[in-house]
C-alpha cells in the first residue's frame, strides 16, 4: 500500500472556497515541510495522494491531532491569520502525513471526505 | 513587500470542496517544492501567504501559466488523476510561485479571489 496525506477540515466553520482551498494548502505544506524528504519523495512518486476529511469542530480536529502524534505521524494544525473572514488565531484544519495509508487510515479511516 | 504564492482554480468545473481542497494542496506543493528553498524559508517565516484565485477555464489558466513562465516565476500545473468526479487527466488548477508579491501581481492582479 502506498503513500497519502489527509487534511481534516472544520465543517463548522463553513469556510467559503478560496478560504478553504488556501488553509488545505497550508496544512499540506506544511506537513510535508515537517516529514522526512525520503517519504515525501516517495509519496509525490505515486502521485501524492491528497484526501480532505471533515472534522466537525476545533475539538475533534485536536483530538485527531493528539491521536496522530501519539502514533508519531507528522501532523500541522493550522490557525488563520484572520485578515478577512475568520477572527484572528481561528484554527482551520489539520494536515496528517504524508504517511503509509495503512498507518493513517488506522486514525483517521472513519472520518468522512468532505 | 512580502512573498506569495497564487493557486488559479478552474471555476468552469465546479468542483466539489474536497476536491478543491485537495487540488489547492497539490498546486501548492508542487510549486512550493520547485521553488528554491531560501525563497521558501522565507515565504513560510512570514506566514506563507497563499491566495485563491478564479480561472475561467482551461485556456485561461494555460494563459496564465505561459505569462508566469515568461516571468521566470514558479509554476506547477495540476492534472487530477481522475479517480472519482473528473474525468482522468482534468487540469483543475496552476500554482504560482511563492515569489514576492509584486512580481506576481503583475501577472495575476486582475483575476479575482476565490
Known amino acids: 500500500m502506498g503513500y497519502k496525506q489527509v487534511i481534516l477540515v472544520r465543517t463548522d466553520l463553513k ?12 496544512a499540506s505544506v506544511e506537513a510535508a515541510l515537517k516529514s522526512s524528504r525520503d517519504v515525501v519523495d516517495e509519496w509525490r512518486s505515486e502521485g501524492g495522494k491528497k484526501v480532505v476529511l471533515k ?20 501532523t500541522a494544525l493550522i490557525t488563520d491569520a484572520g485578515h478577512t473572514t475568520l477572527e484572528p488565531g481561528t484554527v482551520t484544519c489539520l494536515g496528517i502525513g504524508p504517511d503509509k495509508e495503512e498507518r493513517i487510515d488506522r486514525i483517521t479511516g472513519k472520518l468522512k471526505i468532505l
Chains 1, 2 share one sequence.
Not at 19 to 26: D, E, P
Not at 55 to 74: G, I, S, V
Open 55 to 74: 472534522a466537525a469542530d476545533l475539538n475533534e480536529l485536536r483530538k485527531y491531532e493528539a491521536l496522530a502524534r501519539k502514533e508519531k505521524l507528522t
Open 15 to 26: 469556510l467559503p472556497k478560496g478560504k478553504l482551498g488556501s488553509q488545505c494548502a497550508h
